[in-house]
């Protein structure tokens, strides 16, 4: 089981980015993915959650409404669309699946040591 993480880079206040989220070794479909960030010096923080079907989606509250979480099934990816980029959404994110979110989507927490953890993607965003 793996899950790899990409699309971070340099970008200024203001513009856009998409993260991907390609899964291996899961049954196409039958999970549940969340992406997180950890910034420099804070706690990992649930960033954005969709469902196995896709219909449901959580986001965390200062992400609302510049952030767009989206999956494609028969890609087994998970798209993290990004728009309106504040400098204090600079951070390594990381997407993740919990084995035991059966129903829903979760924003966490979600220790490091539990659950399946891509290795992260470094978004900077400068002012």
């Known amino acids: 089981v793996q899950l790899q993480a990409s699309g971070g880079g340099l970008v200024e206040a203001g513009g856009s980015l998409t993260l991907f989220c390609e899964a291996s070794g899961f049954t196409r479909g039958d999970y549940a993915i969340a992406w997180f960030r950890q910034a420099p010096g804070k706690e990992r923080e649930g960033v954005s959650c969709i469902s196995k079907s896709g219909i449901t989606t959580k986001y965390t509250e200062n992400v609302k409404g510049r952030f767009t979480i989206s999956r494609d099934i028969s890609y087994n990816t998970v798209y993290l669309q990004m728009n309106s980029l504040k400098p204090e959404d600079t951070a390594i994110y990381y997407c993740?699946?919990?084995?035991?979110?059966?129903?829903?989507?979760?924003?966490?927490?979600?220790?490091?040591?539990?659950?399946?953890w891509g290795q992260g993607t470094l978004v900077t965003v400068s002012s």
């Open positions: 993740a699946v919990d084995p035991m979110v059966l129903a829903g989507c979760s924003l966490g927490p979600l220790p490091a040591s539990v659950g399946y």
